[in-house]
């Protein structure tokens, strides 16, 4: 059925926390929605029973609001596809379970709503400086490696197009990365100012382990940059191993080798070997995640829904 909104949630272990969001965003879009609105709410597997029996409870107070439990973790991303293949809305907002994202910020999306993608900027960012740092480090990989503008501050609080959704929700991949399968898409994306609440229950499930995965979602199904670097390490290693071979050639012939070199091929051995083994690991590892993916392996298993 056709409506104005679809407000996506990933949920993991945020139990105490989804009502008061659920309450807020009701009051929010109740007045600014006449075509209507939903909740999509996420549950990645939550390793806690509390936080999908309280999306069902939920789910039975509010007519406009549905829960989707994963099979399995997919990460934070596979969720957020989850609900955007759900969704209905002619505009898709994604945001935090944790109130950090506030819902009383709509509007300032919605006002840029002539963009394909507006992305809230924290007017001060209250994850803390090593995640801070971690991300601004992920946003120059996104510039340099996933065509994320210059200047444009990516970040999970955002409003999106439905035809841009629907256009992602094409792409089938185990290993998801939003930020480019979006700037593959499109570039017309801005920024708005909103405010960044404190954490109001539990500690950040996003750990350094869970951002490295991420990055290497980037790095190597979204780029070739990985196997970029070995092939040029290999072309670098063969021009000086070639030039080597014409030294000790010369040598050889003009003026003469008195001793056995077995040092020197030992060393050359070694690292030949060694970079040898490396690409092969690299290709290894593209190669598996190509496996994966024809084999139509989806980003996403939906246990039980509410409705």
Same mark, same amino acid.
């Given at each position: 059925m056709p409506m104005d909104y679809s407000v996506i949630i990933p949920v993991y272990n945020s139990s105490r926390s989804l009502p008061e969001?659920?309450?807020?965003?009701?009051?929010?879009?109740?007045?600014? =929605?006449?075509?209507?609105?939903?909740?999509i709410m996420v549950d990645d597997a939550s390793p806690d029973e509390a @936080? #999908?029996?309280?999306?069902?409870?939920?789910?039975?107070?509010?007519?406009?609001?549905?829960?989707?439990?994963l099979l399995r973790n997919e990460?934070?991303?596979?969720?957020l596809?989850?609900?955007?293949?759900?969704?209905?809305?002619?505009?898709?907002?994604?945001?935090?379970?944790?109130?950090?994202h506030r819902p009383e910020d709509f509007p300032a999306l919605m006002a840029?709503?002539?963009?394909?993608?507006?992305? =809230?900027?924290?007017?001060?960012?209250?994850?803390?400086?090593?995640?801070?740092?971690? @991300?601004?480090?992920?946003?120059?990989?996104?510039?340099?490696f996933a065509g994320k503008p210059r200047g444009l501050r990516f970040g999970p609080f955002m409003m999106i197009k439905k035809e841009i959704a629907k256009e992602l929700c094409k792409v089938r991949t185990p290993f998801p990365y939003l930020p480019a399968m979006l700037f593959s898409l499109t570039r017309d994306a801005v920024n708005v100012r909103v405010a960044h609440d404190n954490r109001k229950?539990? @500690?950040?499930?996003?750990?350094?382990?869970?951002?490295?995965?991420?990055? @290497?979602?980037?790095?190597?199904n979204q780029t070739s940059v990985m196997l970029r670097s070995v092939s040029m390490a290999g072309v670098g290693l063969s021009i000086i191993s070639l030039l080597l071979a014409l030294y000790f050639l010369y040598k050889k012939?003009?003026?003469?080798?008195?001793?056995?070199? #077995?040092?020197?091929?030992?060393?050359?051995?070694?690292?030949?070997?060694?970079?040898?083994?490396f690409s092969l690991g690299i290709i290894g590892e593209y190669l598996l995640r190509i496996i994966k993916t024809l084999e139509h392996r989806a980003a996403y298993v939906i246990r039980e829904e509410t409705a």
């Open positions: 969001l659920t309450a807020r965003i009701h009051a929010q879009l109740q007045g600014m =929605a006449p075509g209507g609105f939903e909740i @936080s #999908w029996e309280t999306i069902k409870t939920l789910a039975a107070e509010y007519p406009f609001l549905k829960g989707y439990r990460g934070k991303n596979g969720a596809i989850c609900g955007m293949d759900h969704a209905g809305g002619d505009y898709l907002i994604l945001m935090d379970d944790d109130l950090q840029e709503a002539a963009h394909d993608l507006v992305i =809230a900027r924290f007017a001060e960012n209250k994850n803390g400086i090593v995640k801070d740092r971690l @991300s601004r480090l992920k946003g120059k990989l996104d510039e340099r229950h539990g @500690s950040s499930q996003f750990t350094l382990y869970k951002m490295l995965k991420l990055m @290497s979602n980037l790095l190597i012939l003009f003026v003469g080798i008195h001793v056995a070199g #077995w040092t020197t091929l030992v060393v050359l051995l070694l690292l030949i070997g060694g970079i040898t083994l």
